[in-house]
């Protein structure tokens, strides 16, 4: 049943999220109360996403790190810095929503780009990699990017960050290493799948939780509403063209280019989420929680593109080799 669940909810996941997050809005405030959850219930999903992480993958990519250390690159030093101009461009003076552009930009990538990796055959080691390595980065990264790019101009509990990021992510994740080689990588086949479905039930939860935090900022689709949506989309567009164009320059092969791809333009946007709505005022959250609405459905956007061209250049092939 469990398996049976979890392919019904991999085919939905580009409308978990903006459901999730409609749910949450329209709750009201009701779900506040509820906010202390989502650590827990991110900790739970970090934790079964790790347990595939092996430490013997993790040392065959840092034989070849050029990949690993681009991909860092783009996640805690090109973004951020994009998202900063963008938001210093478009919102001068807004303090709150330039926090929440950096702030969505700077989180670390998602577990879940391991699922679209997946699907369309990339480099799964390299992305198990960048997985572990930017998640034991995230406590120092996001409130060191943010404390340099925004400063003193929004108050920061860089210590509580610091902790809550070291239990949320850093925490689980090297348990469920350390369970992978103790069971010599046998708890993964077995218990992923059991434990994945829960992992997308509860990202839901967060997702509704921290929607309802910010509801009184999402109930009033207003213009401005709107078009910071827009902004968040190109946001996140420009993190993928800018990861496809390093894949390019440096001639990688495909797996390793759907690899950079995803992990570079997606992110651990639920951790985001948490952070935002424990650390910062609630107008902070609305661009991390606006990335929530929009990052699946860029990435199956995103998949479909990278398919298409490959199936455009296999028809090519046959076509050169016929004639």
Request: one cysteine or more; glycine letters at 8%.
């Amino acid at each position: 049943m469990l398996l049976a669940l979890n392919r019904k909810l991999n085919r939905m996941m580009p409308l978990i999220t903006p459901v999730s997050v409609l749910i949450g809005v329209l709750c009201g405030t009701a779900l506040s109360p509820y906010t202390f959850l989502s650590p827990w219930l991110f900790a739970f999903m970090t934790f079964a996403g790790s347990i595939s992480l092996g430490f013997k993958d993790f040392l065959n990519v840092l034989k070849r790190p050029l990949p690993l250390f681009a991909c860092i690159f783009v996640l805690h030093i090109a973004m951020p810095l994009v998202a900063f101009g963008f938001g210093n461009v478009l919102y001068s003076g807004d303090q709150y929503t330039i926090t929440g552009l950096v702030l969505a930009a700077v989180i670390p990538t998602g577990v879940s780009s391991f699922i679209w990796v997946s699907i369309y055959k990339g480099n799964t080691a390299l992305t198990l990699s960048i997985i572990l390595i930017d998640t034991l980065l995230a406590p120092f990264a996001v409130p060191g990017v943010l404390s340099v790019l925004i400063g003193t101009s929004v108050k920061l509990d860089v210590w509580a960050m610091m902790g809550s990021l070291f239990w949320m992510i850093v925490v689980p994740s090297l348990l469920g290493m350390v369970l992978n080689e103790w069971s010599k990588g046998a708890v993964a086949p077995r218990w992923s799948p059991r434990l994945n479905p829960f992992s997308k039930l509860f990202m839901a939860i967060v997702i509704m939780i921290n929607g309802s935090v910010i509801s009184p900022y999402l109930a009033d689709i207003d213009l401005q509403l709107v078009l910071l949506a827009v902004v968040i989309v190109l946001l996140a567009s420009t993190g993928y063209a800018i990861c496809f164009l390093i894949a390019k320059l440096l001639r990688w092969n495909e797996a390793d280019e759907v690899a950079l791809v995803f992990n570079g333009g997606m992110r651990n946007i639920s951790a985001g989420a948490v952070l935002a709505v424990s650390y910062f005022p609630p107008p902070v959250a609305v661009p991390v929680v606006l990335g929530m609405v929009f990052q699946q459905l860029l990435a199956s956007l995103v998949g479909f593109l990278l398919s298409t061209r490959t199936k455009l250049r296999v028809a090519g092939g046959n076509n050169s080799t016929a004639a």
